[in-house]
């Protein structure tokens, strides 16, 4: 089973909303619409392990960190990202970061 967290980005949640829509009107079962995200969710965790390549270097202040079911969670406050010629500066953010290397395959 690949990782849910992208379902909560605006390209997951559109793909919900249209899921959603579909069962509505019938035209699919939610069965049907539960392996379109079960597909979605292996898609784009191994698109971007294969292909972003871009790397960002941060820096900021450790709030709270937590460690639970082998995902970590950092909060960090003013944090400073940086990407060769790019600066943005902002007061806080969450990372979640789970296993990359998934003993399932994608």
């Known amino acids: 089973m690949a990782y849910q967290l992208y379902r909560n980005t605006t390209l997951g949640n559109s793909l919900q909303e249209s899921l959603d829509e579909l069962i509505q009107s019938q ?16 898609a784009i965790n191994a698109a971007l392990a294969q292909r972003v390549r871009n790397r960002v270097n941060f820096r900021g202040s450790l709030n709270t960190y937590r460690f639970c079911d082998n995902v970590w969670t950092f909060v960090l406050n003013d944090v400073e990202f940086r990407e060769v010629t790019e600066l943005v500066k902002v007061d806080k953010v969450k990372i979640v970061a789970c296993d990359g290397k998934s003993k399932y395959e994608i």
């Not at 035209?27 to 292996?42: G, M, S, Y």
């Open 27 to 42: 035209q699919i079962t939610p069965q049907l619409a539960l392996q379109v995200l079960l597909q979605f969710d292996k």
